[in-house]
């Protein structure tokens, strides 16, 4: 049976890729980017800012009257505003924050009450190694990172009397036009992965679309590393 799937940040890398996972597993796939733009085969596309909860509500609210309840929703949509903590702006750490935190509780708080009516669901949060890590450059995107973790471990036993899994996946170094523009620090940790290369954006869709399907069912609260052994498990 085809399922409802939302992913948000689809329009291209990470997101891309997973929206494209869904399609070919022959689910409804409901993308959502500034862009408007999505993968081929998505069932729906929608200009959303998640950092603007209206945005985010009346998105879901229109998916949830086409498609039904969500059966899935990733959480995938960010930014980097990259700079020394010294240096960095307030509108360089605001708008991180707003957009991969704020943006995920607000896409996961739109999604998960028709979860919870319909008495399953499964919501994944897309993180990062970083915060584990400590980059440098990267205070904003680390602690908004951090943040999902929080996030996902109180919303996981919030919602699993009503059989919803919520898990967080945490890419390493994954070869997109994000971690290309890390410039020489993308170098220095590539040196460091024990496998030796990058991830591609389809080794974190296959991942979600475990934590997404019922081979997962018993795992919640979870934070699954996917980089190659960079941060060894955590």
């Known amino acids: 049976m085809s399922r409802h799937v939302i992913v948000t940040g689809a329009s291209r890398g990470i997101g891309a890729a997973i929206a494209q996972y869904f399609v070919e597993n022959g689910d409804h ?3 959502f980017s500034r862009s408007a733009e999505a993968p081929p085969g998505c069932a729906k596309s929608f200009a959303v800012d998640v950092a603007d909860s209206a945005s985010v509500n009346d998105a879901v609210k229109a998916a949830i009257e086409e498609f039904g309840p969500v059966d899935v ?10 700079g020394l903590a010294m240096r960095m ?11 991969n935190l704020d943006g995920a509780f607000f896409t996961a708080r739109a999604t998960m ?3 919870v009516r319909a008495r399953k669901g499964s919501l994944i949060f897309i993180g990062s190694v970083s915060p584990f890590l400590g980059v440098p450059g990267q205070a904003n995107y680390a602690a908004a990172k951090a943040g999902l973790v929080g996030l996902a471990r109180a919303l996981a036993k919030e919602v699993a009397s009503r059989s919803i899994t919520v898990n967080v996946v945490a890419p390493g170094l994954i070869d997109t036009d994000m971690t290309a523009e890390l410039g020489a620090a993308r170098d220095s940790m590539l040196a460091m992965i024990p496998l030796g290369h990058l991830g591609e954006a389809s080794d974190i869709a296959g991942v979600v679309g475990f934590l ?10 979870a934070v699954l590393a996917v980089d190659g052994g960079l941060a060894l498990g955590l």
């Open 89 to 99: 702006s307030d509108e360089q750490w605001r708008d991180v924050l707003s957009t």
């Open 29 to 31: 796939v409901v993308a």
């Open 212 to 221: 997404a399907s019922n081979h997962a069912r018993y795992i919640t609260g």
């Open 73 to 82: 929703a990733v959480m995938n949509a960010g930014v980097t505003r990259d």
């Open 113 to 115: 009450a028709s979860m």
